[in-house]
């Protein structure tokens, strides 16, 4: 038997305060957070100059900056993880619209230029971001579980657990959700 603990036993270890227990936990889920990072970018224009590895990175310093984080379960981590992975994006896209208006304007080359974040895409990702505020308002249940689904790429089943509900009833949120967000900002693609 390994002496090497289990994510579920890492995870106990985070809930009890154990700073370490992050460390030892990412290259247990790494793989999972990169495909979770490639999920999000996937939604983001090519050539993107935050990649996969950067934004599990990015997430990974937030996370461990936090003063508590307390995943119940796998799929809570992942959720919580998902969610930091959103407020990244939407930071970036914010960054992006603060340099568009010249903040900050350092020079640089036409290269670095090009693979930046157009302002039609930081315009998106701000406009999701603002879509679900609102939602939020009104069914932060809905909220949550878009964030969840879309953010974080969990299924039904893992966000039925993450949020203690049942799957029916996220399925039923799900659908609610979309269909207001739909009729806010037009059709999202499948998580």
């Known amino acids: 038997?390994?002496?090497?603990?289990?994510?579920?036993?890492?995870?106990?270890k985070i809930k009890d305060g154990d700073d370490l227990a992050l460390d030892r936990l990412l290259p247990l889920v790494y793989?999972?957070?990169?495909?979770?990072?490639?999920?999000h970018l996937s939604r983001e224009r090519v050539g993107h100059t935050l990649?996969?590895?950067?934004?599990?990175?990015?997430?990974?310093?937030?996370?461990?900056?936090?003063?508590?984080?307390?995943?119940?379960?796998?799929?809570?981590?992942?959720?919580?993880?998902g969610h930091t992975m959103r407020r990244i994006l939407v930071d970036y896209a914010r960054a992006r619209k603060r340099l568009k208006r010249g903040a900050g304007a350092e020079h640089v080359s036409l290269d670095e230029a090009q693979a930046a974040i157009s302002a039609e895409e930081a315009d998106e990702v701000l406009a999701l971001n603002d879509a679900l505020n609102r939602l939020a308002d009104i069914n932060e249940r809905g909220s949550r579980i878009?964030?969840?689904?879309?953010f974080a790429g969990l299924s039904a089943e893992e966000t039925a657990e993450a949020?203690?509900?049942?799957?029916?009833?996220?399925?039923?949120g799900w659908v609610s959700a979309r269909?207001?967000?739909?009729?806010?900002?037009?059709?999202?693609?499948?998580p």
């Open 179 to 190: 269909a207001w967000l739909r009729k806010e900002m037009g059709p999202l693609p499948d």
């Open 31 to 39: 793989d999972e957070l990169r495909s979770l990072a490639r999920s």
């Open 146 to 150: 878009v964030e969840m689904r879309y």
């Open 163 to 172: 949020l203690g509900l049942s799957v029916r009833t996220v399925h039923r």
């Open 51 to 81: 990649g996969a590895t950067a934004l599990v990175h990015e997430a990974y310093l937030r996370l461990h900056g936090q003063e508590a984080i307390h995943p119940e379960t796998r799929s809570h981590f992942f959720a919580i993880a």
């Open 1 to 12: 038997m390994s002496s090497e603990p289990s994510v579920t036993q890492l995870l106990i």
